[in-house]
């Protein structure tokens, strides 16, 4: 169990499309503890592998609101299998995009399918927030961020203000 440092746009590496996972033995497990412990350290409600660095198609989320009832949830190759037509509009924001915030649109409901932390093949239908944000997560194993359904101005002034930051220094 070990916090990892988030990557932060601009990094390329967030822009990579991640690799189908093809076993859920110890070592995703051992990938998916460490993400959860980088998201909640972070006080984030979902991360993707690619945010520290590894191409795999797994997503880790706690939506919970209660801060001592850790709900952790776990998806390896998720793919969208159903989505609403409907949209609904939440205030978004990612770890790897640091303080900034835009309302973002997507379907309002949709069904996932996933393999769990055991391996095992599960199908979530999600709505409200949990919709939102399997979403946002599944758009990072694309290599795509929030920022990216800005208006090009919108966008170009949170990158341009995000690579005025130093990168989190790599403690080797
Ligand atoms: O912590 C997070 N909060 C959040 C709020 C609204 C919509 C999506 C998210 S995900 C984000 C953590 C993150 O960056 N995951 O990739
Ligand atoms: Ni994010």
Known sequence: MSVKTILTEPNKLLRQISIVVTEVGSVEQKLMNDMLDTMYDANGIGLAAIQ?????????????????KKEPMYFVNPVIKKKNLEKSTYEEGCLSVPNQFAEIDRPSKCEIEYLDYDGKKQLLKAEGLLATCIQHEIDHLEGILFIDYLSKLKKSMIIKKLSKIKPNRIIV
Do not use: A, L, T, Y
């Open 52 to 68: 520290i660095g590894v191409p795999k198609r797994i997503i880790v989320m706690d939506i919970s609101k209660d801060e001592n």
